[in-house]
């Protein structure tokens, strides 16, 4: 129920942007972004996931779970990642209004959006490449519901303390850093918020604002207690249950939340389906 939610929310997101002439800013640019991050994030784990409730066998190869492994880090990075850059962009549109066009240029935000993709592949190369050349021993029953690096680190017959390291490190870099500069923005446009005297303004700003915010919590807060949290404090169980939470159901989420209550979607709708010429 969750994945459909993920596929059919995320894709009415791109395809209402693509359509909607009123929706190509940089705001709706990223945002649809993000809605194929969510599908591809998604998809790189819960199909496998669901063959492995539907038959009796749960299993994946050797081959199949590396690629998994690379895929899932790699475009959970890039979502680190793009999820700064859509800050950026409420800053810019918040705190520098009557600069906000040339900041925000088509091809500059173009760059930007490649940036976090290109990021999270390279960063996931990296610890892909860590995690392959250490050796599992024993029954390799990965008790997870797919590929992760905490996981397949623990069925290792030699020292993984120097992974372990790595792991803490890039996701300090890449967790705890992004996250800092969210809230920094986010920071900048509380105080310009508070200056504001228009009404129709600071419900447009918490609107916009609030519902990045709320994804941002959604995705970082689970992330940060699996890669961030010392893995003796938690049962594994625990752990899969978080995991299930950022993988499965934050996705599923982010399209409600962004477009439920948002005045400009719910117009790209109108126009669409023609309902403005009707009245």
Not at 43 to 64: A, D, F, H, M, R
Request: proline share 4%; aromatic share 12%; glycine share 6%.
């Amino acid at each position: 129920m969750f994945y459909l939610m993920t596929l059919v929310g995320n894709l009415f997101i791109i395809i209402l942007s693509y359509l909607d002439s009123h929706l190509h800013t940089p705001m709706y640019f990223f945002l649809s972004n993000l809605s194929f991050l969510d599908l591809c994030y998604t998809t790189s784990s819960i199909p496998q996931l669901l063959v492995n409730l539907w038959g009796p066998e749960k299993t994946i190869s050797y081959n199949g779970c590396m690629i998994q492994l690379y895929f899932v880090l790699a475009l959970g990075t890039a979502e680190c990642v793009l999820l700064v850059m859509m800050s950026y962009d409420r800053y810019a549109a918040v705190c520098r209004p009557l600069h906000y066009t040339v900041l925000m240029h088509p091809r500059f935000c173009h760059m930007l959006a490649a940036a976090s993709w290109v990021s999270g592949f390279t960063t996931s190369a990296l610890h892909s490449i860590f995690t392959f050349w250490v050796p599992l021993c024993g029954h390799r029953q990965v008790d997870h519901f797919f590929c992760e690096v905490p996981a397949l680190l623990r069925l290792s017959c030699v020292d993984t303390r120097t992974n372990e390291l790595t792991l803490m490190v890039m996701s300090s870099i890449f967790v705890i850093v992004p996250l800092m500069l969210i809230l920094s923005s986010y920071g900048a446009i509380a105080q310009a918020v508070l200056r504001m005297q228009s009404t129709t303004g600071l419900q447009k700003v918490f609107g916009t604002c609030g519902a990045h915010l709320m994804v941002v919590s959604l995705f970082f807060i689970p992330v940060m207690c699996i890669y961030l949290l010392p893995s003796s404090g938690k049962s594994q169980d625990q752990g899969k249950f978080i995991a299930l939470f950022y993988t499965v159901v934050t996705p599923s989420l982010n399209p409600l939340i962004y477009t439920l209550r948002n005045k400009d979607v719910k117009g790209a709708v109108k126009r669409l389906i023609g309902w403005d010429r009707e009245m």
